[in-house]
């Protein structure tokens, strides 16, 4: 494992232990929002936005910038749009977000938010039954960069989030020219392997911490019922200054 990896690793462990394992309401409002504006971001391009939950929970944290959210499943999509109709500085698209332009085939899954492009893992089914793909969508897909073009987001000042189930790395590689601009990144990580071929939290810290971005918060999320062990959480990196 890569030093970078390790030392990231030792971090969350520490601030897993401080924070706790709740993205709370108190912790948005007052710890990452304010951190957001400490460096400069101003707007938020949301990859797999589902419903709108994370967007919803910035609004209701007072963050007052531009939010573009992205959305592949067409249900889930039908309930954005419905969140962002009266907010003018909320933006929905319906596309999948890949490495490229195309067409691709989403899994979708029984509780929508476990929707993924790759194929689930056993673990990751047992864990969670509801979880399990009961039908599938095909989607135009579209890269990051040609949304930050499409949309004219500033990298330098926007947050990009990912929760894609997997599926982060190929995200990140449609961000050829963008990933190393980009002033903050969020993005879900998995602590074993849920979806096949999809690559662990190791990997993915190296990859961003290689591109000048330092990790500064970790919110727990998918715990397996019968171990409590924690297999997915949530990073978020800034821009090294």
Known sequence: MAGAALRAITQIRLLVNRAGF??????LKHSFVPALAQHGITSVLDIGANSGQFGHALRRASFRGRIVSVEPLAAA????????RTDPRWTAERAAVSDRPGVVTVNVAGNSVSSSVLPMLDRHAEAAPESRYVATEDVEATTVDA???RHELAPASTLLKIDVQGYEQSVMDGAAVTLSQFGAVRTEMSLVPLYEGQALLPEIIDRLTGLGLDLWFVEPGFVEPA????????GTFFRRR
């Open 227 to 234: 171990t409590r062990r924690l297999l997915q959480l949530d």
């Open 22 to 27: 709740d993205l709370t309401r108190e912790h």
């Open 77 to 84: 999509y039908d309930e954005l749009q419905a969140r962002t």
């Open 147 to 149: 949304l930050v073009a």
